[in-house]
């Protein structure tokens, strides 16, 4: 079975491109995969007409206990036959109904195969999740196929309505079925109806969620709005999908579990009333069609409603009667949805007002859709006749429901006539249609289906045979399916519906007024569009309420939660600390108070440069502050990185106006300020609890010697990031590397892994030969913006300042340092060096891409893990080397080293690349419009 | 350098407070420059709130004293990571404002155009724009429009 599948997603796979090779003829082939299925099958019939068994299981997802558990019954073997048979009949069908260079053709026929596939996947599923799969791909692929004409407005909304209904109803059943094998403790259908099932309300809510998914997707009230909507899909796909295959996924559900399911509580009642609804009320919406499709359509819905029913309730008889009937409709209805597609593929139109003619055109169309008709009608001797009177005499006993089958019946006799008079009834006033001739492909398929139609009735005995393992699973079955079973109460019900519909027929005219009037007050159609309006409409009041669109009152609605939620838990539970000291050393109350002033200053400066100083103040102080904590390396980095953002923000800041804008915030000034106050209090609150919280021993104990004996480092901070938390940094590195590409893809309207801007050949020593360059980059300035002093030093310190970074790097093993000092003080070098000299100068000094050293960086820490891994380490594990190499005397090397070795380049990298962003790019931008508003260098490269 | 060992101290937590509180203000700007200010105050308070779980001492260098002397080396290299992603992320917002400014003439964050519109909806009680059923102006004769709903019929007569 699983090669089947595999063999329908593989053709599915290859449809495009056979359609490419071969225009619509490429349905031939890949009707070969339904095909296969239908031959499968069959072969299989003796396995199965014995009231056995074809299983095959494959191990899938261990973790879930789910597998791909396959199993062939006498019900699913009909299935399997109806999918496999008729879709390849549609297939064939296709072939001619598209036209060479239809639009969407090569996807319509993918899908087409794939759904075939997915209803192989549902109908021979035993474990029910699996079903549940094959089910919601059904779904899926039935909303491409409905939604064929992607063009079309009501294409795209009938296939809408198909997937939102199916869907939530298909999320309903799997709720129900999680429930049953929740309870079960297994999904294998098989196993399941075994047990015993659970009591009460847990299985009447399992059973009601289950049959929301059944009833939505055969189209039965009250859900039934989406399948005459769903007309808007080509002809075959209403052929297959609504006829044969889709909408018969729910009674295929529903058959499977009555045998178990049908003695709970609500069962019986549920599919009994809303079947019998959907019969009484589709039939007579059919009555009133003039478009040919949706008389089918609504016949369908007709049908189903009593399939429903029928298969739903859950007695032997009614079952054999059901499946007989499954087969039944399949038969009539995939043919008439077919003649339908040919008569509107011959003359353009459906609409039975502009029909004439139709039997001269072709008798063998005629005589199909003949034997079809009278096969829904119940007209013996065909196998609707033999289907409806195993109906009838199911429910002999049952006088309510029977009723209203018969009613029901009468409607079906009645649109089945009409049907054919709509089609091929001779109109006076109307042009005969004059067409061309039928092609075979076209005609072939639906005489096909009703051609098996008639020879099933008076094979009615082997019909009986084959059927009944599934009736058995039931109990004794007493009735047989028979063309003639003598004189029954079941005959007189269908003599006297077939006189009934055939006098509905005749008063057409005098009924047509209390047609057109009795309906339902709001069609399916209209509901469905007033519940999705609904929920529109709710939706827009509750973002319309809660986003406002607003940054500051979204951080405000986040901020004051802060406060309220755990502000609230730490002051009832938080254990306080009894005494808490001043300060540890003098300087500290000093470098607070610095800070403090700082801070409340920068909230009020107005100006931006004001602002951002005050803030950097704030930033030095932190850092002195963890110099007196006791952290060297955090107060290096500190002092570093505030250093490097000055620079950065003055780059930003020369292009932005010197003041802040005039702020419409004032009113909302006391709100900010008090949930400020607030937010730092709850921090303060947080510093003091958190420290007494503590109750595990503190991890970090054992750092210093770990770093010592494992890593070969005496200085622990930077250990730590190498190796103990390597894994930390690593993600760091991968967050610097995002943030320098996003800075770059910000700011570069080119892409910036062009050519680095070069410095003009005329730049150079032009102006005043002789005198002694010290900055290459430094004549590309203009005069009034160079300084010769700064050119100097930079010229004497670059190299030192950069040997030092490298110092920085390898000490930081053992002392203060490491790669993201060292690449920090790198960074600042090349910093200065643009600062003195302009863009070209950065060139000059970093001639290689941002982007290049941000990927070696990474690669170096990446390659360190895994060369570790490589060697039978765990990752980013270290290892020393040690080594009397001649002339330098002993090497202890620390593999974490080429870790560290990463961080430095990344972390360079990321200050090149914000330099060529923020400082070479925002310079070109400046040239480009002419409008320098800040004092930086100014360089005039390109106009030299 | 004194290593007088456990906890914060009252200065240190009275510094979260003002950086944190000040930050949030900041934060709660609309120019982007000021948020980003506020982001930095907020990062230097938070790390110092970090820091301050774990205990003073002298440099976490083994071989510089004694090792219980030592401060809580765990914290610190947590926030010394802190440090250089705030650096990044100070990078990345100024390159936001940049853009800002350069397509807008100023840095200020206004409100989601997205979120009005909606809100503009909500008030005057319309739906989203819905894929209707039916056929638009230019239908197509071809196509099953069936019962057509009687209410978007009206509505046609309407417009």
Known sequence: MLVLLVLHLVAALAAPLFVRWWGPRACYPLALAPAAAFCWALARTPAVSDGGAVVETYPWIGQLGLDIALRLTTLSWLMTLLIGGIGALVLVYSARYFHAGSVGLAQFAGVLVAFAGAMLVLVLADDLLLLYVGWELTTIFSYLLIGHSTERRSSRWAAAQALTVTTLGGLSMLVGFIMLGEHAGTYRWSEIAAQPLPGGGYLVGAVLLILAGALSKSAILPFSSWLPVAMAAPTPVSAYLHAAAMVKAGVYLVGLLAPALATVGPWRPVVQVAGVATMLVGGWAALRQTDLKLLLAYGTVSQLGLLIAVTGSGTPDAALAGAAMLLAHALFKAALFLVVGIIDHGTGTRDLRELSGLRNWSRPLFVVAVLAAASMAGVPPLVGFVSKEAVFGAFTDQPVLLTGLVAGTVLTVAYSARFLWGAFADRSGVEPVQSGPIAASLLVPPAVLAGVGLLAGPAASVLDELLRPYADLLGGVDAHLALWSGPTPALGLSVLALVGGGLLFAVRGPLAPVLARLRSPVSGNQGYEWVVGRFDRAAIEVTGATQRGSLPQYLGIILVTLVLVPGAAMISAGPWRARIPLWDSLLQPVVVLVITVAAVLAVGARRRLTAMLLVGMTGYGTAMLFVLHGAPDLALTQFLVETATIAVFVLVLRRLPQRFSARPMRRTRWVRRAIGVAVGVVAAGLALTAAGARRAPDISAAFPDLAVVEGYGRNVVNVTLVDIRAWDTMGELAVLVVAATGVASLIFERSRTGPRPRRPESGQRSDEPGRPVWLRGGPTLYEERRSIVLEVVIRLIFHTVVLFSLFLLLSGHNAPGGGFAGGLVAGLALVVRYLAGGRYELTEAAPIGAGAILGAGLAMAVGSGVVALLVGGSVLESAKVDRVLPLVGDVHLVTSLFFDIGVYLVVIGLVLDILRSLGAEVDRHIEATGTATGGLAVDKGDRA | ?159
């Not at chain 2, 409100?111 to 008030?123: G, H, K, P, S, T």
Request: with cysteine.
């Open chain 2, 1 to 159: 350098m004194t290593a007088s060992g456990a906890g914060p101290t009252l200065v240190l937590v009275l510094a979260v407070a003002v950086l944190v509180g000040c930050g949030v203000i900041l934060l709660l700007e609309r120019s982007l420059t000021r948020i980003l200010l506020g982001v930095i105050l907020l990062g230097n308070g938070v790390n110092l709130l970090i820091l301050l779980g774990g205990r003073s001492g002298g440099a976490p260098i083994v071989g510089t004293g004694a090792v219980d002397q030592m401060s809580d080396p765990l914290p610190q290299a947590m926030v010394l990571t802190a440090i250089v992603i705030t650096f990044g992320f100070t990078a990345f917002l100024l390159a936001v404002a940049y853009r800002s400014w350069y397509l807008t003439g100023d840095d200020e964050v206004p409100d989601d155009l997205e979120d009005r519109q909606i809100i503009r909806r909500a008030v005057r009680n319309e739906e989203s724009a819905v894929d209707h059923g039916g056929e638009g102006p230019n239908g197509d004769p071809e196509q099953v429009d069936p019962e057509p709903a009687r209410r978007r019929l009206r509505r046609g007569e309407e417009a």
